[in-house]
């Protein structure tokens, strides 16, 4: 599965739209944003929160601006082997081998789109063979509950004007649930709203442009 721009942004995951979760639904895989495998922990009140587990009334909109910035995928960072540390780490608390870590973030982390701006509303995607871009407005939020318990929120935000290419639909997931600044973020993009949703097993991940590679490790490793 791939992100390229712009026709085949999204694969329809193999999951019945049925499975979709929404708000008090219940039933997706439980790799569905893999908060499992690195949940986060920023202290005790934030615990519960960044592990997946929150009442909905915990959770509020978000405006773009809580992604604002310049990004850069780590996928990347994946394919040149300087992300081992991070799956040897995991491996040595998960139930996965160091190379099935690698395996199941290099289906997670793929995508063509090599960086993103944001910028006010404007959402553009850096690519090899050149950049699209678009202006977006929310859409509101879903909340999707996972086999294993837990749970996610995806921030969902609707092209009003642009580039045909750019996709119709972005969806944040960065393990926050109310208005906060993203030290980083998955973001999930295609035409269709519920396709998109379903997407669980590949999510794009980007962290600041202004970190290297070794100290994105050390960002993951802290987490």
């Known amino acids: 599965m791939t992100n390229s721009l712009p026709t085949n ?11 979709i979760a929404v708000p008090a639904a219940a039933g997706a895989s439980d790799k569905a944003g893999h908060s499992h495998e690195h949940a986060h922990a920023h202290g005790d009140e934030n615990k519960d929160v960044h592990a ?24 990347p960072y994946l394919r040149d082997g300087t992300l081992d540390p991070v799956f040897a780490h995991k491996a040595e608390h998960g139930d996965k081998s160091a190379e099935g870590y690698k395996a199941y973030y ?18 553009t995607f850096h690519r090899p063979e050149g950049s699209v871009s678009g202006r977006y407005e929310s859409d509101g939020y879903e909340i999707l509950t996972y086999k294993k ?8 935000f609707k092209k009003v004007e642009g580039d045909e290419s ?21 973001l999930y993009w295609g035409d269709d709203r519920a396709e998109v949703l379903s997407e669980l097993t590949n999510w794009p991940t980007y962290y600041p442009a202004s970190l290297n590679g070794k100290e994105i490790v050390e960002e993951m490793l802290a987490h």
């Open 9 to 19: 942004i999204f694969r329809a995951c193999a999951l019945s739209l049925a499975l």
């Open 149 to 156: 318990g837990n749970r996610g929120v995806r921030f969902i």
């Open 166 to 186: 750019a996709p119709s639909y972005i969806q944040f997931s960065d393990h926050k649930i109310a208005p906060e600044k993203a030290d980083h973020y998955h």
């Open 106 to 123: 290099e289906a997670g982390y793929k995508t063509g789109v090599d960086g993103i701006e944001i910028d006010g509303g404007k959402v």
């Open 52 to 75: 997946g587990y929150f009442e909905d009334d915990q959770v509020a909109a978000r405006d773009l601006s809580d992604w604002e910035g310049d990004w850069q995928s780590v996928y």
